[in-house]
Nanobody
């Protein structure tokens, strides 16, 4: 059973940095994409960032581009999300997920393409 598990959330002030981790146990050869999504109160879950386990491909939502960075440690089956210059609008529950290969442009940003999800970690940014 593939099981992602997020950690690293917390309460920070605007302008601070935070690094989230996502350790994936039971990862199989079918796991290709690793994505970060977030859900703010009263809003739908949205794509944040994604990367491939196998090649150096990374993608970001426009709202976080230049501030967030996704990275991986294949040996540890762990993906990170470094979040800098945090804003109050970044407040949300952050989820990591892993999914199989897909080639359609932008498929890495589609929730339905991911089949294993973590429980989420709360990030709160105060102004």
């Amino acid at each position: 059973q593939v099981q992602p598990a997020e950690s690293g959330g917390g309460l920070v002030q605007a302008g601070d940095s935070l690094r989230l981790s996502c350790a994936v146990s039971g990862r199989t050869s079918n796991s290709y994409w690793m994505g970060w999504f977030r859900q703010a109160p009263g809003k739908e879950r949205e794509f944040v960032a994604a990367m491939s386990w196998r090649v150096d491909l990374t993608y970001y939502a426009d709202s976080v581009k230049g501030r967030f960075a996704i990275s991986k440690d294949n040996a540890k089956n762990t993906v990170y999300l470094q979040m800098n210059s945090l804003k109050p609008e970044d407040t949300a529950v952050y989820y990591c997920a892993t999914g199989p290969y897909c080639s359609a442009y932008g498929c890495y940003a589609v929730e339905g393409r991911y089949d294993y999800w973590g429980q989420g970690t709360q990030v709160t940014v105060s102004s």
